[in-house]
């Protein structure tokens, strides 16, 4: 076999197995496919029960590798107390953001919203929680029942 054919021959099986001869993981099965969802933001609130939260819920996903995986579906649901998340779902900006906002159910207490990875060839178990506490609001009026004079 001439040099260069051998050449050929090894620079072909270092690019099946993905070895850097063939750049920046080119051809690697993982590559931008979702692997890591996170909280960026939104995590660990508090608010009145039955009020929306001031900052907005936001997950990050990523690859293998960390880098954002854009265009990808996440869903958010309500799993404890109630409430409701608007949009309940979002697709992930070129930075893999979603976000959503949470308005808390009606009673006090820890509440929670699970996001979750969805189609393009996520992992079935692609999700992350995020929690909030609820807290009885304000007294909206003082009325005296009995015990006057």
Same mark, same amino acid.
């Given at each position: 076999m001439s040099?260069?054919?051998?050449?050929?021959?090894?620079?072909?099986?270092?690019?099946?197995?993905?070895?850097?001869?063939c750049g920046d993981g080119v051809g690697l099965p993982d590559e931008g496919a979702p692997a890591r969802i996170v909280v960026v933001s939104g995590d660990t609130q508090s608010g009145a029960a039955g009020g929306t939260l001031g900052q907005a819920l936001v997950v990050r996903v990523s690859d293998s590798q960390d880098r954002p995986v854009a265009d990808q579906g996440v869903g958010f649901a309500?799993?404890?107390?109630?409430?409701?998340?608007?949009? $309940? #779902?979002? =697709?992930?900006?070129?930075?893999?953001? $979603? #976000?959503? =906002?949470?308005?808390?159910?009606?009673t006090a207490g820890q509440q929670r919203v699970r996001a979750q990875a969805n189609g393009n060839g996520a992992p079935a178990n692609l999700a992350v929680n995020v929690t909030a506490s609820a807290f009885s609001g304000s007294a909206g009026r003082l009325e005296l029942v009995s015990g006057d004079a």
């Open positions: 040099l260069l054919r051998r050449f050929a021959f090894l620079l072909a099986i270092a690019c099946a197995l993905g070895l850097s001869a309500i799993d404890v107390g109630g409430g409701q998340v608007t949009p $309940a #779902s979002a =697709t992930t900006n070129s930075e893999g953001l $979603a #976000s959503t =906002t949470w308005t808390l159910g009606p």
